[in-house]
């Protein structure tokens, strides 16, 4: 079994690692998102938190000027070379996991200090989760992703699990 496909389930939570995908960093001026948005078929999102898909790439605006990209394996985006900009490759930095279940944003609440009914379906941010930076999606009402530098996977993994054991226990 590889770690992609550990999958948890406890109380109404279920918390599962997702198998990598292509993730890329880029930093572009708001001036030239027309150019970008042309180049890279996807309507990059200018307000922070946004999140837009188009096929099986998905932008999230993460700041005025920087947004993550999920691509599909093989699909590299590229943007022209005249145009000033940053888009770094990304994918081994980062672990991802799916939260889900009716308990899903009780379980995330439990290492992140901020109202999670605020952050409505289709939308994301940088945050933190037990001290540790991290991106949150909310895919779903019940339905999160969670990533986290690779680094500190095994501690947030193991703050997810203390989490599952005492919603478990009715804690």
């Known amino acids: 079994m590889t770690t992609h496909d550990r999958e948890f389930r406890a109380a109404g939570v279920t918390v599962g690692e997702l198998a990598p995908r292509l993730r890329f960093s880029l930093r572009l001026r708001p ?47 590229a943007l022209p070379a005249g145009l ?44 933190a989760f037990g001290s540790v930076q991290a991106v949150l999606l909310r895919e779903g009402e019940d339905s999160f992703t969670l990533s986290v530098w690779r680094s500190f996977a095994s501690h947030v993994a193991g703050l997810l699990a203390i989490g599952q054991r005492e919603l478990a226990c009715g804690l």
Request: hydrophobic share 40%.
């Open 31 to 77: 001036d030239n998102l027309p150019q970008a948005r042309l180049a890279l078929g996807l309507d990059l999102p200018e307000k922070i938190g946004g999140l837009v898909t188009a096929g099986q790439r998905r932008a999230l605006c993460l700041g005025p000027d920087e947004w993550m990209l999920d691509c599909a394996e093989g699909d590299r985006p």
């Open 84 to 127: 000033p900009h940053a888009l770094v490759e990304v994918t081994d930095r980062e672990v991802t996991w799916r939260i889900s279940g009716p308990r899903a944003a009780e379980l995330l609440s439990i290492g992140i200090a901020r109202d999670l009914a605020a952050l409505s379906p289709g939308k994301g941010c940088r945050t």
